[in-house]
């Protein structure tokens, strides 16, 4: 047993809070190429990742999942960088494909020293024509579907307990 993986996946929590300091390209390329390396159905790699860092970015997607919500918040926590998770229309395993690649996305970010919170909403975000705009402008497909995003960034809390595990969330037949 690798120990050091399975206390990653075991510690790694969602962060709330992030310093506005950027986090290096060298630790954003180390938790992007993890999330290359996720299973997809039949290896089809049917993903999309968008890393999104300049301000300009950053605040319009936030406003657009804040919209998508419905609150006067930024759903990101004040995170520098926000990775976005598409699944692309080649794929065959649609809804399965994206979150695979966000959880090696978290663990690999938890692994680097970093914060990150997977954050919801991404399918509505893409299906709007904002969000759509915005993929033209990053020259990518209006086809593309929203899965999943994470907000990364150092984190700027104390780093919180896990809840209890449920009672009977293994059963072994
Ligand atoms: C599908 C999914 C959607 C989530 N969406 C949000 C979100 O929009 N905002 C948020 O603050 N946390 C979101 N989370 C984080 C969960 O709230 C968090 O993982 C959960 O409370 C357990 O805490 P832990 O990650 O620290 O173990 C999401 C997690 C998942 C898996």
Redesign the pocket.
């Known amino acids: 047993m690798k120990a050091e993986a399975f206390e990653v996946m075991k510690n ?5 809070k992030f310093k506005a300091e950027q986090i290096t390209d060298e630790e954003l390329n180390a938790v992007l190429e993890a999330g290359t390396y996720a299973p997809t159905g039949a290896g089809t790699q049917a993903v999309q990742i968008v890393a999104v860092q300049s301000p300009e970015y950053r605040d319009r997607v936030a406003a657009l ?1 804040a919209a998508v ?1 419905g609150k006067d918040m930024d ?1 990101y ?1 004040g995170a520098p960088t926000i990775v976005l998770i598409f699944e692309t229309e080649d794929g065959f395993t649609h809804g399965f494909d994206g ?1 695979s690649v ?1 959880c090696n996305i ?1 663990n690999a970010a938890y692994a680097a020293g970093l914060g990150s ?5 991404c399918k509505q975000m893409f299906e709007m024509e904002e969000g759509k705009a915005l993929l033209k402008e990053w020259g990518l497909p209006e086809t593309l579907i929203g899965s ?1 995003s994470v ?1 990364l960034g150092y984190a700027d809390c104390e780093h ?1 307990a ?2 209890p595990r449920k009672e009977g969330y293994i059963v072994r037949v």
Do not use: T
């Open positions: 790694r929590r969602a962060i709330r999942n919500m759903p926590y979150p966000a978290v919170c997977w954050i919801h909403r999943c907000a919180p896990a809840k």
